[in-house]
């Protein structure tokens, strides 16, 4: 049987700095647990414009289209900022979410025990946290028609479409309901019902698809601006939290903070199941590029090391190398080790990207 296929795409600012620590990782799986993968590495983002004038060559789609599952670093910087829309770095990772039909966009945030004191917040609001973000990534206003910048009168009016269907929906629900009934079986859906039709479609599908298909799993409404006060206030009280595109991209980033840093945090973007059983599946951190720190050897790699430890369980069924993954990060930093953005402890001392990568190789060799 061949080797399960896997795109790499880096992208740009620290997306290839991060993705180097990876590819250490990957070949750490191909030598020590018989795990190896057929890689390819392509571009995106501003570095695919630089190259091809487009930041998703129709190749590089086809291919993501075709391998067990795509790595991605991130895309964006200001260099890019003066591009037109239609070109800006951004719209190539949009496309391939939306031509692979990523609907189902994973996003956990866990407190690893050494780093409650780090976060923000309060440590007994956040030791121990481990909730599950799952964002609808296909649809919403992010897609929906009309949309565009016209002129109206003598002034320009600037218009997107929050824009839902009720199969849009259920299908997000249900992978969500599916994820609660292997974790903490709870499931709260953030919308908003009270000024928005789209909010009023959400909750009553999502409430259909409960009681006909997944009445043992607990599930719970709020609006999403109560939401993101509750996640500050006490995020323990959450297992899943179910959202729409926009709600759930603002909702995650602020997840990340209660784990200390956005650096932390990986996601897993899932869609239907191909010939072979696995879904289309996209792993990529939360984070972007970071062009404030792009190119010092200062990014923390942890994202990206985890978003591979999502691929490992859910496109490549390989939960205990996962477990083991996600474990060596953790004695990581229960050790102490640090890149910068995890820094603010009296007598701790940065390391670099490179040598957080390594030292999770060295911890997973020590796991054998
Ligand atoms: P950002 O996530 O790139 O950075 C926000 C802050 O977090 C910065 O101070 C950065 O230094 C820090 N940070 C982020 N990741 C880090 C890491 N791994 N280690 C240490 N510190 C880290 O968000 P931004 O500054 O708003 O956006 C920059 C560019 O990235 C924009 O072009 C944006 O569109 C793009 N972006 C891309 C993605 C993606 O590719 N998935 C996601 C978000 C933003
Ligand atoms: C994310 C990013 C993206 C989004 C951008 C870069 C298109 O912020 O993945 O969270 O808004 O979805
Ligand atoms: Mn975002």
Known sequence: MSNPSLLILPGDGIGPEVMAEVRKI???YGANRGLAFDVSEDLVGGAAYDAHG??????????AQEVDAVLLGAVGGPKYDVLDFSVKPERGLLRLRKEMDLFSNLRPAQCFDALADFSSLKKDVVAGLDIMIVRELTSGVYFGEPRGI????????????QRYTESE???????????????????????KANVMESGI???????????????????????ADAGAMQLCRWPKQFDVIVTDNLFGDLLSDMAAMLTGSLG???????GVPMANGRPKALYEPVHGSA??????GKANPIACVLSFAM??????????????????????LADGLRTADLLGEEGVSAISTSEMGDAIVAALTASL
């Open 26 to 28: 990957i070949d750490w």
């Open 54 to 63: 487009t930041p998703l060559h129709d190749d590089t789609m086809a291919k």
């Open 150 to 161: 016209f002129e109206e009168g003598n002034e320009r009016v600037g218009i997107n479409t």
């Open 169 to 191: 929906i259920a299908r997000v629900a249900r992978s969500a309901f599916e994820l609660a009934r292997k974790r903490g079986n709870k499931v709260c859906s953030m919308e």
């Open 201 to 223: 479609l959400w909750r009553d599908v999502v409430t259909e698809v409960h009681q006909a298909e997944y009445a043992d799993v607990e599930l719970s409404h709020m609006y």
């Open 264 to 270: 932390m945090l990986p996601s897993a973007s899932l």
């Open 291 to 296: 062009p404030d720190i792009a190119g010092q």
């Open 311 to 332: 691929a490992l369980r859910y496109s490549f069924d390989q939960g205990a190398e996962a477990d083991r993954l996600e474990k060596a990060v953790e004695k990581v």
